[in-house]
């Protein structure tokens, strides 16, 4: 069964530092994997979207890297700000088309003064 | 830019009754998804269509029902609601089946 999982849960961290947070997949055949920000009683927003050949993308303060060889994708959330603070989604797609999409759970991120 | 509007954002159901979720996007994207999403859970996807009159289910389309009438226009009918149906659902929409997704900022439904 295609799974993603992400990690760690959930995360608090100091207004303007780093932080990492990590995604590991099985999904088969892998076609993209997609980091969605997600603010708290709103819609996900996508971050990037990384396909096999991509082994780094940014996107402002976001940098997500992907290893298709371990299956591990991870984003890096440089100085943070205080509208950081929200669930951050992983996305694997198998095949390609948005009717295979695998969800993860989040990683649920605070970001604190 | 309105993207993808949904409407009620807020609902509460008696067990037994039924409604419908409207989704309207402006982007002229012809795919279209209605998603729920249940604590502790991902994303799952109950319905989704790749054009105008063209629609199928997806990993949990049991007690739903869709239809696809415009490009714009693709609303979630909920049949008999139970408490299973409490959850937050969101529509998607995106230009092409490998492209980003657009979503709704989601209608909060709880079935008493």
């Known amino acids: 069964k295609n799974q993603v999982e992400q990690s760690p849960q959930s995360l608090i961290i100091l207004e303007g530092k780093n932080c990492t947070l990590q995604c590991n997949y099985t999904v088969s055949p892998f076609s993209n994997l997609r980091w969605y920000k997600q603010d708290t009683g709103r819609g996900p927003v996508s971050l990037t979207i990384?396909?096999?050949?991509?082994n780094t993308k940014s996107n402002g303060r976001y940098t997500a890297t992907l290893d298709a060889d371990t299956k591990q994708s991870s984003l890096h959330i440089t100085a943070s700000q205080l509208s950081d603070s929200a669930s951050y989604i992983c996305v694997v797609s198998e095949g390609g088309t948005a009717s295979k999409l695998t969800f993860g759970t989040g990683t649920r991120l605070q970001v604190t003064l | 830019n309105a993207g993808v509007t949904q409407t009620p954002k807020f609902r509460i159901l008696k067990i037994g009754q039924s409604m419908t979720l409207q989704c309207t996007q402006d982007m002229n994207h012809n795919y279209m998804y209605w998603y729920r999403q249940d604590p502790g859970m991902g994303l799952k996807l109950i319905y989704y269509?790749?054009?105008?009159?063209?629609?199928d289910k997806g990993e949990v389309p049991n007690g739903y029902n869709v239809s696809r009438s415009t490009t714009e226009d693709f609303p979630l009918r909920l049949e008999l609601a139970a408490p299973s149906q409490t959850s937050v659902y969101f529509c998607a929409s995106s230009p092409i089946s490998t492209g980003e997704l657009f979503f709704g900022e989601g209608s909060r439904l709880t079935v008493l």
């Open positions: 269509s790749v054009g105008a009159g063209i629609t």
């Open positions: 990384m396909t096999f050949s991509e």
